[in-house]
């Protein structure tokens, strides 16, 4: 079922913004038994997209009012389900010239992907991709809906034989996954990329650095070239629905063990 400006409906005018120029933002939120563990980092960071792009503000409670009737006529209140959330700006302007329009708001069920549990407990082979992200994005750390870069990036992957890569920018320095942020552990120290020129500032991302600090863990966010990675004890991807082991990267292996247990169980913990 889809939801297109609280009504059931499966598809939007040709003329939206967000189908002519990507001219919106997106949420990938995990339900786990009818709950959202990180429902409030989504809204946090879908109001502040909003300010940046000047969208309407998006009512949360609204929002939160529709994913429960998705999950209701879906039937799945219980076990473990994925809502997206699009924002667009509607319909209302003139070619790159914004209007003072309503805002389309669409929701609606995704299937939890299967692949996730396993890859989670045996870890993922990540590939290093030559295509680049550009910098100096004013959106930077936003999930708006251009995602030109990640679909050739995905192609490239794909190509590899391979289902996640690692996304460095135009000066050659680590950002992020294609669908996930990036940690890795080097003597008792957790690192991450800086997202400050490009990329995306992930909800499990916060999530893990606020549950770091809270096991007296030292995170740092840094700006590396992957040549770092070689001294690197483990590394591991989070996203939305969780965190992920990476068991090789460009062909050498890593320890998936390594990865801490108490951050490894206090995300677990989200979706028990």
Not at 74 to 100: C, L, M, N, W
Request: proline share 3%.
């Amino acid at each position: 079922m889809l939801l297109i400006n609280g009504q059931s409906g499966d598809s939007v005018a040709v003329l939206d913004r967000g189908l002519q120029y990507g001219d919106g933002l997106f949420e990938t939120i995990a339900f786990i038994n009818g709950n959202a563990p990180l429902w409030g980092r989504h809204m946090a960071r879908l109001s502040a997209g909003c300010r940046s792009l000047g969208l309407p503000r998006q009512d949360a409670v609204r929002l939160a009012q529709e994913a429960r009737q998705l999950l209701h006529a879906d039937d799945a209140q219980t076990g473990k389900h994925v809502i997206k959330i699009i924002i667009t700006r509607g319909e209302d302007g003139s070619a790159y010239f914004p209007g003072e329009g309503d805002a389309t708001r669409i929701l609606y069920t995704r299937e939890w992907p299967q692949r996730a549990a396993q890859q989670g407990f045996e870890g993922i082979a990540l590939h290093r991709c030559q295509t680049r992200l550009a910098t100096g994005s004013p959106f930077a750390g936003l999930k708006t809906l251009n995602r030109l870069e990640q679909v050739i990036a995905a192609a490239e992957i794909k190509k590899a034989g391979l289902q996640e890569g690692l996304l460095c920018d135009a000066d050659g320095f680590m950002v992020e996954a294609l669908m996930s942020n990036l940690f890795w552990l080097k003597q008792g120290v957790l690192y991450t990329p800086m997202l400050d020129r490009c990329g995306v500032s992930g909800v499990m991302r916060a999530e893990v650095i606020e549950q770091a600090e809270h096991f007296g863990m030292s995170v740092h966010e840094v700006r590396e070239t992957p040549e770092m990675l070689e001294s690197a004890q483990a590394m591991f991807l989070t996203n939305a629905l969780g965190l992920t082991a990476v068991r090789a990267f460009s062909g050498k292996p890593m320890d998936v063990d390594a990865v801490p247990v108490k951050i490894r169980n206090a995300i677990r913990q989200l979706f028990s």
